[in-house]
């Protein structure tokens, strides 16, 4: 006993020291600054945050944001709590599954996993969902084990995760009703009934605080008509498919690094495995692997698959264990393939050139720094407003978040229920607005995109093409070239906005 507590004691060390040490110090991504505007006025229809809300996700940020002041702390801080939170749980559901040394390894697993440690240095929702995904598993077991107590709390938990992130209800939902079909009609009824009881908790005072159940449900709407819904195994073809299934496979080796192979080692295995082990494992995974394959997934999007981590850590800690155990290379021969394999993770997550490493956070906060010292120096805030672009990275919400004083822009527009919008930022609070706002300002600049990445330039050179180009300068602050134009080109860029407002008059 003393020895488990040991474990988990070094486990929750490890990963609160890692995740602090590499911690990011700018909203990473468009999400992120979603998140942080959300704490500061919750409004989903003007994406603060971006629909479904994540009420409570956002609830957690402003309760940690009283102790950080600072919006992205908070949210890492979160992220960082959640994360150990994984840990603890994925080692103890590998203990009662299998045994000790399982459970380290599992536990080592998430540990060096790349993309859990990205995750769990920056301020985006993955981690906490994986806390969720590993906490319902382990109630849920429970549940299915016979220890019917576990229900309510279960059910509870299961409600607050989709007070987090929406989508939960969806992909842990079928995991709590499996774990009641062992469970008498009562305990199904106080189950059912705590989980409704938990949801309406929150979410009718997140409907309150959207304006109601039109402007919540009309943004949710049209986000998902301009991007999930395009690409569903109903309306494309069945490569799109195949495309997102070997996307899934390639963020499973980025999540495990050479450790995702160890599955392999089974085709030669003889022994049997729990059945109901795997069946609960299989209901576990099965659902977020349909949606991802058949719906929606997008590299960019990777933290979706982390809610199927401990899961997977839960069985390649067991298989390590196994591997360790029944080898017969010496022991010294097997300590060095594990500190390889640690070591390959490791390198994955510092250096590697994916956009969930340390060193693609570092280039991306440098590259933001050094052009929000450079903006305000070739164009003042004064008669110059900023038009940015609906990017992850380097996009309008970075110039509307962090350049307060200036009005900023997203381009496109963008074709609601309501017409034809921009999504228009200051002060910290976005609007949709039908008109250009020209009458005061003389000029307007675009906000760079990342200087790396053929496909940014190319689009660039999109934006610019209906321009003329004898009315554009380009000034060079900061290591970066500023697009500038008149205020006069700006109907170019909002065509149909121009015409409406055109129309209007």
């Not at 002041?69 to 960082?80: C, E, F, T």
């Not at 774990?179 to 309406?200: C, E, H, N, P």
């Amino acid at each position: 006993m003393r020895s488990r507590k040991l474990d988990v004691f070094l486990l929750i060390s490890a990963v609160a020291i890692t995740r602090f040490v590499f911690r990011s110090h700018y909203l990473y991504d468009l999400d992120s600054v979603n998140f942080a505007l959300g704490m500061e006025h919750f409004a989903p229809r003007v994406h603060q945050p971006h629909p479904p809300g994540y009420f409570l996700y956002i609830c957690l940020g402003r309760l940690l944001n009283v102790i950080c002041h600072d919006a992205n702390l908070a949210l890492v801080v979160l992220s960082i709590l959640a994360s150990c939170g994984v840990v603890v749980l994925v080692y103890y559901m590998t203990l009662e599954w299998f045994n000790q040394r399982a459970a380290r390894f599992a536990g080592i697993l998430f540990l060096v996993s790349p993309l859990a440690w990205f995750h769990g240095i920056v301020a985006l929702t993955y981690s906490v969902e994986a806390f969720f995904s590993a906490l319902l598993g382990y109630l849920c077991w429970r549940v299915y084990s016979g220890s019917y107590g576990y229900i309510v709390p279960a059910a509870i938990a299961l409600g607050i995760s989709a007070g987090v992130r929406p989508s939960s209800i969806l992909f842990l939902g079928p995991i709590f009703l499996f774990s009641l079909t062992r469970v008498r009609l009562k305990g199904i009824f106080l189950g059912m009934l705590a989980l409704v009881l938990t949801l309406t908790a929150w979410f009718l005072p997140m409907i309150a605080a959207s304006g109601g159940f039109d402007a919540y449900f009309g943004a949710l709407i049209s986000l998902w008509r301009a991007v999930p819904s395009k690409d569903t195994v109903f309306n494309s073809s069945p490569a799109t498919s195949i495309d997102r299934a070997a996307t899934i496979v390639f963020i499973y080796f980025l999540t495990f690094g050479l450790t995702a192979l160890v599955p392999l080692r089974w085709l030669n295995r003889k022994a049997p495995v729990d059945l109901g082990k795997k069946i609960f494992t299989a209901v576990w995974i099965t659902p977020a692997l349909c949606f991802f394959t058949f719906i929606f997934l997008k590299f960019v999007n990777s933290g979706y698959l982390l809610l199927l981590a401990p899961a997977a850590c839960i069985w390649l800690g067991f298989s390590m264990s196994e591997w360790y155990e029944n080898s017969a290379r010496p022991r010294a021969f097997k300590l060095a393939v594990i500190a390889f394999c640690a070591a390959v993770n490791v390198g994955i997550f510092v250096a590697s050139p994916l956009y969930c490493s340390y060193m693609s956070v570092r280039r991306f906060e440098t590259e933001l720094r050094s052009v929000l010292e450079a903006l305000p120096q070739i164009a003042p805030a004064g008669n110059t407003l900023i038009v940015g672009f609906d990017s992850h990275f380097m996009g309008y919400r970075d110039a509307g978040y962090y350049l307060r004083d200036y009005l900023t822009l997203q381009c496109p527009e963008v074709k609601l229920r309501e017409g034809t919008r921009i999504f228009a930022m200051q002060n910290g609070d976005t609007r949709l607005i039908a008109d250009l706002p020209s009458a005061s300002y003389s000029q307007f600049v675009f906000f760079p995109l990342p200087a790396k990445g053929n496909e940014y330039r190319e689009y660039m050179k999109t934006v610019l093409g209906p321009l003329p180009s004898g009315s554009l300068r380009t000034v060079s602050a900061g290591g970066h070239n500023f697009v500038i134009a008149p205020i006069s080109d700006l109907p170019l860029l909002f065509p149909h906005t121009a015409l409406e407002q055109k129309q209007g008059k």
